[in-house]
């Protein structure tokens, strides 16, 4: 069955820092997405970076890129320079099947990392 | 470009009572999906429409329905409305084939 485990409940990182959140994911289909998301105390689901199963080159968005190793089943995010703005909940999310093809737009979630960013 | 426009944004509600939520999905995009964002359960997938039909389904009760229009707006319905059902709703949309899945900002609902 699929399924995303995010081990790290919560971690603190010194502002200007670098920071690596771990995400690893089951999944039995050659075919999936990966997916980070922010989302701050207001709610909203901010997208910070995809990654798709068959790049194969790490996708990077500005501060963030996303360590994809595909042999061990991990899609860390890292989030360089940490800002103030950074601390929110973080959550990793794994989308199945084909994306060249219509096959729906289901994420399965993980539990998600409180990153906290220290002045 | 605007976003994913879910309304409203907080919500009381009764016991017993029955819940509308509405989602305005990003001009484009025709896949719709709806989440329940709880302490206890995380992220939970509800449903997802795309072109008017459903297209996935999660593990959720029968009180919990939803639908899209011809514009690919989008409402979910929660009947007879139990103090389990207080949560997070989510929205998001996405092209037919995308790499991006965007949300919205959230309805919160509480039900007393």
């Known amino acids: 069955a699929q399924k995303i485990t995010q081990t790290q409940p919560g971690m603190f990182v010194q502002e200007k820092e670098a920071v690596t959140l771990d995400c690893t994911y089951d999944t039995s289909d050659q075919s999936y997405g990966l997916f980070w998301y922010k989302q701050p105390s207001s709610g909203e689901m901010i997208f910070l970076i995809y990654?798709?199963?068959?790049?194969?080159q790490n996708a990077t968005e500005g501060r963030y890129s996303l360590n994809f190793q595909k042999a061990r089943k991990s899609a860390n995010l890292v989030i360089s320079a940490s800002q103030l703005g950074d601390s929110a909940m973080y959550f990793c999310?794994?989308?199945?099947?084909?994306?060249?093809?219509?096959?729906?737009?289901?994420?399965?979630f993980g539990q998600g990392t409180e990153l906290s960013v220290k002045p | 470009k605007a976003g994913v426009t879910q309304t409203p944004r907080y919500l009381i509600k009764t016991r017993g009572q029955q819940v509308t939520l509405s989602c305005s999905p990003i001009s484009g995009h025709r896949s719709v999906s709806w989440y329940q964002q709880t302490p206890g359960q995380g992220l939970q997938f509800l449903f997802e429409?795309?072109?008017?039909?459903?297209?996935n389904k999660g593990n959720f009760p029968g009180r919990f329905s939803g639908r899209q229009f011809s514009n690919s707006r989008s409402e979910m319905n929660v009947s007879t409305l139990e103090l389990g059902d207080s949560a997070l709703y989510l929205c998001?949309?996405?092209?037919?084939?995308?790499?991006?899945?965007?949300f919205g900002e959230g309805s919160w609902l509480t039900v007393v």
């Open positions: 990654q798709g199963s068959y790049d194969e």
């Open positions: 999310a794994m989308r199945e099947g084909s994306l060249r093809y219509n096959q729906g737009g289901k994420l399965i």
């Open positions: 429409y795309f072109s008017e039909t459903q297209r």
């Open positions: 998001a949309s996405s092209r037919a084939t995308g790499n991006t899945i965007y």
